[in-house]
């Protein structure tokens, strides 16, 4: 109980100064989210073919919200070609019991009960001008109609993006809104993930970040990444940590690193930055992350990081000289 007093502390606490409706969010610096097509090789940085994403309601709002996607179709500037645009993305959102708390929605693979809870819109979209740098809006929907979750006191919905033809590359991005058509921002909302599948910035002064969440039960870490294609390097900073480097993975394989998580940075976000390296340049550059703890468990990546952006403070991470 008093661990999970703790973390809700956190979250009202971050939640009352923020604004997260943004998928990915402004701290996060990435451009786009991806998914390709099923028919796609892995090479071009996509390891299954889904992502998942979740959005976190204070428990006391109540007016109706908006699930925005921006570019959802297949083809046009943002996107990626492989031949000709032959590919469909569907786009589901799901609300309702298990829709958060079913422990395969909580996996990194698409397998088991992963669209688990009740669906409330789904849609599929090829190549269609008519949405290409626009948006599509799925909603309303009453708060009351998420999962209510208690480890972070709200109503959560869950939305599925899955590439069920061709072999293009699908890059788009959420909003959550009170509003059909425009961005309105929920205030003390914030969006997680378990595992991000996201396109890197082609310009290698550009650096993208994203923020696990770690409790005060994680002991270890062990961070995987996919299809890095060695452009540049992964850091990860801390409240106590300046940078711990982990190794990237090259074409179409995953690398994993673990670490130890030190006591200072129990309760906080981590900060784990990409960073782009500078000869010869990657573009176009896909990659997917997760991180787990010592007992398997996926982290939560939020959007806008509990606690806010992580900083390094000196003093913490000081040691004494032996004497």
Same mark, same amino acid.
């Given at each position: 109980?008093?661990?999970?007093?703790?973390?809700?502390?956190?979250?009202?606490?971050?939640?009352?100064?923020?604004?997260?409706?943004?998928?990915?969010?402004?701290?996060?610096?990435?451009?786009?989210?991806?998914?390709?097509?099923?028919?796609? +090789?892995?090479?071009? $940085? =996509? @390891?299954?073919?889904?992502?998942?994403? !979740?959005?976190?309601?204070?428990? #006391?709002?109540?007016? /109706?919200?908006?699930?925005?996607?921006?570019?959802?179709?297949?083809?046009?500037?943002?996107?990626?070609?492989?031949?000709?645009?032959?590919?469909?993305?569907?786009?589901?959102?799901?609300?309702?019991?298990?829709?958060?708390?079913?422990?395969?929605?909580?996996?990194?693979?698409?397998?088991?009960?992963?669209?688990?809870?009740?669906?409330?819109?789904?849609?599929?979209?090829?190549?269609?001008?008519?949405?290409?740098?626009?948006?599509?809006?799925?909603?309303?929907?009453?708060?009351?109609?998420?999962?209510?979750?208690?480890?972070?006191?709200?109503?959560?919905?869950?939305?599925?993006? +899955?590439?069920?033809? $061709? =072999? @293009?590359?699908?890059?788009?991005?959420? !909003?959550?809104?009170?509003?059909? #058509?425009?961005?309105? /921002?929920v205030e003390g909302a914030n969006a997680f993930a378990y595992e991000y599948?996201?396109?890197?910035?082609?310009?290698?002064?550009?650096?993208?970040?994203?923020?696990?969440?770690?409790?005060?039960?994680?002991?270890?870490?062990?961070?995987?990444?996919?299809?890095?294609?060695?452009?540049?390097?992964?850091?990860?900073?801390?409240?106590?940590?300046?940078?711990?480097?982990?190794?990237?993975?090259?074409?179409?394989?995953?690398?994993?690193?673990?670490?130890?998580?030190?006591?200072?940075?129990?309760?906080?976000?981590?900060?784990?930055?990409?960073?782009?390296?500078?000869?010869?340049?990657?573009?176009?550059?896909?990659?997917?992350?997760?991180?787990?703890?010592?007992?398997?468990?996926?982290?939560?990546?939020?959007?806008?990081?509990?606690?806010?952006?992580?900083?390094?403070?000196?003093?913490?991470?000081?040691?004494?000289?032996?004497?």
């Amino acid at each position: 109980m008093k661990r999970f007093i703790y973390i809700c502390g956190l979250f009202f606490f971050f939640a009352a100064n923020a604004y997260a409706q943004p998928v990915p969010n402004v701290e996060e610096n990435i451009p786009y989210l991806m998914t390709f097509g099923n028919k796609a +090789e892995t090479s071009w $940085g =996509d @390891d299954d073919f889904s992502s998942t994403f !979740f959005f976190l309601l204070p428990k #006391n709002f109540n007016q /109706p919200v908006f699930i925005r996607v921006y570019d959802p179709d297949c083809g046009g500037d943002i996107d990626e070609l492989d031949g000709v645009w032959d590919t469909r993305t569907t786009f589901s959102v799901y609300g309702g019991k298990g829709c958060w708390s079913d422990k395969a929605a909580q996996g990194t693979d698409p397998t088991g009960n992963y669209k688990s809870g009740t669906l409330l819109a789904t849609k599929t979209f090829g190549e269609d001008p008519r949405y290409d740098k626009g948006y599509y809006t799925f909603g309303p929907f009453n708060p009351s109609e998420g999962e209510y979750t208690e480890r972070w006191d709200g109503n959560v919905f869950k939305i599925i993006c +899955e590439g069920v033809a $061709g =072999d @293009d590359g699908n890059m788009y991005r959420y !909003f959550l809104s009170t509003d059909p #058509n425009s961005d309105k /921002p929920v205030e003390g909302a914030n969006a997680f993930a378990y595992e991000y599948s996201f396109r890197m910035h082609n310009s290698v002064e550009e650096v993208s970040h994203i923020y696990p969440f770690v409790d005060d039960q994680t002991v270890t870490v062990r961070l995987s990444n996919f299809d890095w294609d060695n452009d540049g390097f992964i850091r990860t900073v801390s409240v106590a940590r300046r940078g711990q480097l982990s190794p990237v993975s090259g074409e179409d394989n995953w690398e994993t690193s673990e670490f130890k998580i030190l006591d200072a940075e129990k309760n906080t976000s981590l900060d784990i930055q990409f960073i782009k390296k500078k000869n010869p340049p990657v573009k176009n550059n896909n990659v997917v992350i997760y991180v787990k703890n010592q007992y398997g468990q996926n982290l939560e990546f939020f959007t806008s990081p509990i606690g806010g952006v992580p900083k390094y403070k000196y003093s913490i991470g000081v040691k004494p000289a032996a004497q």
